[in-house]
């Protein structure tokens, strides 16, 4: 079955068709070619002549020159277009013209080290006579093997946290390897971006300083995904400068890149039909067409809930038609996530390679270069986060020269809904930053901690480029180091580098087990702050397409039980935070209001967690919790509006607007409730004089129609006449949701509902355009809203920050990019065809809020 | 603007940042430790990478540490056996450094580093000590290159627990320091595997302190200091300049290294004196003799296992003794004390004994109805006894295997 086939298939029927918004067809290229170098080490072209390798991607050869002339060099191309040959055929060939010579490899998971370590030993073969020697040396190396790959491997592949905990503070045991070290690998260099970057840019100080030592100074190989500042980031990230490599010689066959938009069933409060029937009918398409798919998910949680879905699909086939050979087995579809312990993952890896898996449901986990094989088609549910993992993902498609599809199905998330306005962030050029700081003060001084233990400083001596007296004065006060002759010593029985992870701002783990006849088996693992929102005790905790209930959290162990469930419910947590502001560093008048940039400390707590049924999402109970409090002390981009311009808001009298209609019996009930309250204001006790008191509604009339339209509209996916039941304006007007106010103090209650949508509304739309353009996960920004805030001296405001201790500049980045970010910010709510606020621009709004969206468009036109 | 110090303060950065530790820093560049000589002794001495310091002590012939003398007729013949090194064979106490360092911490890596380096060797007789001291980080390669002037005349290292740690941190500072370790190729002798091998089984801890009190009659005085507090007394030592608290470690130290010699000298006299009255424990005359029966020197072996029998020891040792001293006759062809062995420890319901004798009747003696009869008493003592089900089951399968074989030997061949 070809994918010809498939792609018409998905033509033809009714469902899919009509909604795919967009389908760009890249013309198949062919690749553009050089002969192999005239000066390759002569078993080296014969290997790759075995190999039926004739010629090089121009981008291969122009690294090889790069490299050879001695140039640090970054190499940014599409994924599937020979970045591991293009940085291995220069090595390896200098490897063998210089027995002496060592390389090290980088890479940020032990998955790819082993799979580009397979890859190299193939080639060492091939070239023979033992003149290349790769060997990994990560963690899970033997120790006994350890001494051996040392002195007698010349390319060892590794990762940045063996490099930093285990290489360099024994650098005597190296002295052979690294002083000889000619080069450095990097391999998907776009990854190491955020904390993890800004660590591995201080790792490779130390790295440089030691080798330095030894007389070494190697050089940097790199690659990268296409992102916009490929070259930049390299040179921040290694210190040092860069030649960028970025025509893609390569050649592909036809690509197909569709977007799949799923209906609106009421645009007037912007819903959309839900993404997962369409979805899972597709994915049910391939299968029975028998083309390999991969399906990525955004979340761990989504991985399992479409994993057990598909499969269940399978099961349904199978029981229908036992004996047809040629149907897939439930088994021939896999999950793939971070939670799965290793050896699980390499039997899945192993399985997609030999076609023995059809089909497997993954996060981003499967995005970087792990060898699963060139797949047929990838799906993708929901837009990733990052334009280069978008790609990274599409690119999982495509096998040779043979045609490709990749479809995007987007949700009602802002982005999906942004980016199906503006594909040419999509199509056109890249858009998308990788930040790090590698001066960060926390980062670079435990990296300093550990430079210092590994080598005296000597006076006046630079950390990469960076002046670090201050630094050193300071270890040695908090007394760490011992400063004599302008020198300072490590003095201190601490091993630093042991106490640092390069990955986390928390170093603790959160260890999962369930118990199997007594014995206890760990079913995988979380960082501290994440467990206590996932597997908060009584949580639904979902791994390997197997449904847990969390039945102990142990704080002090970090130890988590789980037993096997069958509960038809799932869990969402209730978190609650507040923010101090411990100092302002950058405060500016803008038009409307201000703008600040400063240092704040953020409280949050699990307080609790809903019940909530599979499928409509009903609440079936709530409860409490008790779990510690996490402290996050960062730095953060607020907006505050102006007295003046919050006068202004208000005069426009948002709130009279469109009257609802709270239905026939509303006098009758208007009159019960005041005279309930015995005609007396609840808030100020004023009793009623001339004019009736006012009645309201605690939580929005808008809201509760609006929820329970969506809900009811949700389930049967039709787009009748949408005629509000009877039954939602009773929920409204229920009587414990009125309440009798004076009319001063129902205008004062009203704004702040309003002026508190409009925020939560800023809020989730500048984070969402944030994400854009700081190539960041929506987890790495936070966001919170006041409308009295003790931040910005009580007048309302929003503030984002960054979900790192000590921040990483995403903060100030969009402290400096303030108008574009309003502007674009605007442009996204009012172009947006819903009503009053959808999930596609101001987002949804709290259990109190509304839809918001003229709020917010009032705030930012103020602003703008 | 606030300092750097006040914002990593503010970020949580915790370690030590309370006016309380910065208090007791003395002001940089003080000059270098002035009154080390007149609390110490000892003396500065330049090498050709500047300057050590060094505190030395001589110990005379007859001197006593302990219950033992430092000094020893002894050689290193069956030493050098027992760890495999046939080099030290060839030397003499004379050729070896007995070496002890005080570290700024457990942890390796390179950035712990020996402040304190006790060695010692014998010189005409005498055992000369000398304590090289690095009165500050800077003074390292002075330090390093002092000790290596005084080990030239070297072959061997004596260590305790050396091998895995005082060794290589010392290799890593001769190559931090671009020096040339000097003890590249020599013999090493670990006194802490010799130890394990003598008393894994009777004491509980065979750390060095330990072996003091109970094998060498050594004990401390109370200027002795626990391991774990070394390191901060040095830097509190650097930071005050104060050097009258580092007394206690040069105490420690000197011992360290003093008792190492007096443990060797008792290693060696049991070695080289096997059947003399050196050990009396039981326990311990078995270990000697499971030294010498790895050593292939049976008949010492032998002996030693009977000394050791006839003296006191928990009554599972005795069997296991029993259990070895057997299995050696036999060994050694000595099938009559074998089979007496197995006699008395199958009176005393050891299933084992039934079975090794069934296997020499078998085997050696070619009587298969004897063996017979020894299986079938075996079968028999299982059920009188209460033992695990485990237990009966492994005995069961043993006692199976060899009846039917037994059974199939003693038929007349004719019926066959």
Sequence with gaps: MSLQQLIDGIKRDHDLSPNIITWRTLPAKQADLTNLPIDLAPVLEKALLDQGIHNLYTHQFSTWQAVKAGENVVLSTPTASGKSLAYNLPILDELIKHPSSRALYLYPTKALTQDQANVLQQTARSVGSNLI???????????????????????????????????????????????????????????????????????????????????????????????????????????????????????????????????????????????????????????????????????????????????????????????????????????????????????????????????????????????????????????????????????????????????????????????????????????????????????????????????????????????????????????????????????????????????????????????????????????????????????????????????????????????????????????????????????????????????????????????????????????????????????????????????????????????????????????????????????????????????????????????????????????????????????????????????????????????????????????????????????????????????????????????????????????????????????????????????????????????????????????? | MPSLSEKLRSLGVRVGTDPESKSTQKPANEPVRVNLESVFGGRLVSTERGLAYFVEATYPADYIHGIYPISTQNTLNVISQVVNDPRLAQMGYEDLAFIDTETSGLNGGTGTFAFMIGVGRFIAGSFVLRLYFMPDPSMEAGMLRALADFLAPCKALVTFNGKAFDAPLLRNRYLLNDDICPFNGFAHLDLLTLSRRLWRARLPSRALKYLENEILGVFRASEEVPGYEIPWIYFDYLKSGDPEPMKRVFYHNTLDVVSMVTLLNLFNSVLEDPHGEQLSHGQDIIALARVFEDLGMWDDAARLYERGLREQMPEEDFHQAVKRLAVLHKRRGDLELAEALWCSAAEEGYLYAYIELAKLHEHRYKNPSVALSWVERCGTMISTKELPDYEVYYWRIEIEKRRERLVRKTKPKSSG
């Design chain 1, 133 to 864: 020697k790769p060997a990994i040396y990560d963690g899970d190396t033997v120790t006994g093997d350890r001494s051996k790959i040392r002195s007698s491997a010349n390319l060892i592949l590794t990762n940045p946290d063996m490099l930093h905990a285990g290489i360099l503070p024994h650098h005597t045991l190296w002295v052979d390897f690294l002083s000889q070290l000619k080069f450095i690998v990097i391999d998907e260099i776009h990854i190491y971006r955020g904390v993890f970057g800004s660590h591995l840019a201080n790792v490779l100080r130390r790295l440089n300083r030691i080798a330095a030592r030894y007389g070494a100074f190697p050089q940097f190989i790199m690659t990268s995904a296409t992102i916009a500042n490929p070259r930049e980031h390299a040179e921040r990230v290694i210190g040092r400068s860069a030649r960028l490599i970025d025509e893609d010689g390569s050649g592909h066959g036809e690509r197909h890149f569709m977007l799949f938009q799923p209906p609106l069933i009421d645009p007037g409060l912007g819903l959309r039909k839900s993404a997962t029937p369409d979805l899972l009918k597709m994915a049910e398409m391939t299968l029975e067409m028998g083309v390999q798919t991969i399906l990525f998910a955004r979340a761990r949680r989504t991985v399992e809930i479409l994993l057990k879905q598909t499969r269940e699909i399978l099961v349904r086939k199978e029981k229908r038609s036992i004996n047809d050979r040629s149907l897939i087995s439930s088994h021939q579809v896999m999950g793939y996530r971070s939670g799965y312990l290793s050896a699980e993952r390499r039997q899945i890896e192993k399985a997609l390679r030999e076609g023995e898996i059809r089909m497997v449901v993954a996060t981003n986990a499967l995005e970087l270069g792990i060898d699963i094989g060139q797949l047929d088609i990838s799906l993708m549910f929901g837009y990733p986060g990052t334009i280069s993992s978008l790609r990274q993902q599409a690119g999982r498609a495509g096998r040779g020269l043979s045609p490709s599809l990749a479809v995007l199905v987007l949700t009602s998330g802002p982005l999906d809904q942004y980016l199906a306005r503006h594909t040419e962030y999509i199509f056109g050029r890249d858009t998308e930053a990788a930040l790090i700081d590698p001066d960060h003060p926390l980062i670079l001084l435990e990296h300093l901690r550990c430079a210092l233990f590994e080598l005296p400083f000597s006076h006046g001596e630079k950390f990469g480029e960076l002046d670090i007296g201050e630094f050193l004065e300071f270890i040695k006060e908090s007394g760490q180091a011992y400063q004599n002759e302008g020198k300072f010593y490590w003095m201190s029985s601490e091993y630093p580098a042991s106490t640092i992870s390069l990955r986390n701002a928390s170093a603790n783990i959160t260890t999962l087990v369930e118990f199997e006849k007594d014995r206890q088996r760990v079913v995988g693992k979380l960082d501290r702050e994440s467990s206590y929102w996932m597997a908060h005790p009584e949580a639904i905790y979902l791994h390997g397409g197997e449904q847990y209930l969390v039945k102990e959290f142990d704080l002090e162990k970090g130890l988590v039980t789980l037993s096997r469930s069958n509960a038809d419910y799932y869990t969402d947590p209730e978190r609650v935070q507040e923010i101090d502001l411990i100092q302002i560093q950058n405060a500016q008048q803008v038009k409307g209001g201000s703008k600040t940039l400063g240092e704040i400390l953020v409280r949050s707590r699990v307080v609790g967690f809903t019940k909530r049924t599979w499928g409509s999402g009903e609440i079936l109970e709530k409860a409490a919790l008790e779990m510690p409090e996490t402290n996050l002390n960062t730095v953060g981009y607020w907006i505050s509006l102006s007295a003046e311009s919050l006068k202004r808001i208000e005069k426009t009298g948002l709130w009279t607007n469109s009257p609802n209609d709270y239905g026939k019996f509303w006098p009758m009930i208007r009159d019960q409730i005041r005279e309930r309250d015995h005609f007396r204001c609840q808030v100020c006790g004023a009793e009623e004089k001339l004019k009736n008191h006012h009645v309201h509604h605690k939580t929005p009339f808008r809201e509760i129609i609006r929820r329970g339209m969506a809900e009811e509209y949700n389930r049967t996916d039709s787009d009748q006449n949408l005629k509000v039941p009877q039954n939602l304006i009773d929920r409204a007007n229920r009587l414990d949701n009125l309440v009798t106010l004076c009319e001063s103090c129902h205008r004062r209650v009203e704004q702040n509902v309003l002026i508190r949508s409009g925020l939560a509304g800023l809020g989730s739309v500048l984070k969402n355009l944030a994400t854009l353009s700081l190539m960041c996960d929506s987890e790495d920004l936070g966001i919170h809203f006041d409308p009295q805030s003790s931040l910005s001296e009580g007048s309302p405001m929003v503030v984002i920050y960054d979900m790192v201790s000590a921040g990483i500049g995403f903060s100030a980045k969009l402290f400096n990019d303030h108008e574009q970010l309003l502007l674009q910010a605007l442009d996204l709510v009012e172009n947006c065809p819903c009503d009053d606020g959808c999930p596609a621009c101001v987002g949804p709004a709290g259990e109190n809020g509304v839809g918001g969206k003229s709020e917010v468009i009032a705030i930012l036109r103020e602003m703008v």
